[in-house]
């Protein structure tokens, strides 16, 4: 069955992010969907996959992390306004992909992703 998972590790802090508000976003030109919005759990992951089944349709998608919420949160943040406040990641579904795992490393003032397994 075809997936989308993501997980968010604050690196800030050897940590997994928790709580952090994640939006999926269906992209087509210059029109933006909003398909769902999730929190992660307390080992930095969603409860259930981010899209699942049928909902994984080839093309566009962004994911939105809130992870500006999180620090500011944690006090961890020492910038007002924060550097980071939300960070989209937009990548695409291709055809025939079974699993798609984008995973977010983030610090207050610096991310970075990838498409993991």
């Not at 929190?39 to 992390?65: H, M, W």
């Not at 007002?80 to 406040?85: K, M, N, V, Y």
């Not at 990548?91 to 970075?112: G, I, K, N, Q, R």
């Amino acid at each position: 069955m075809a997936s989308l998972t993501t997980h968010i590790l604050d690196t800030a802090n050897g940590i997994p992010a928790a709580g952090v508000t994640i939006e999926i976003i269906k992209v087509s030109g210059d029109k933006r969907v909003t398909l769902r919005t999730l929190k992660t759990n307390d080992d930095g992951r969603t409860d259930s996959p981010v899209l699942a089944g049928d909902q994984c349709i080839p093309g566009v998608y962004e994911l939105v992390f809130h992870i500006g919420d999180y620090f500011r949160n944690r006090d961890t943040n020492a910038d007002a306004p924060p550097f980071l406040d939300t960070v989209p990641v937009r990548f695409t579904m291709a055809p025939d992909e079974d699993h798609y795992h984008v995973p977010l490393l983030a610090s207050p003032w610096s991310y970075s992703t990838y498409r993991g397994s």
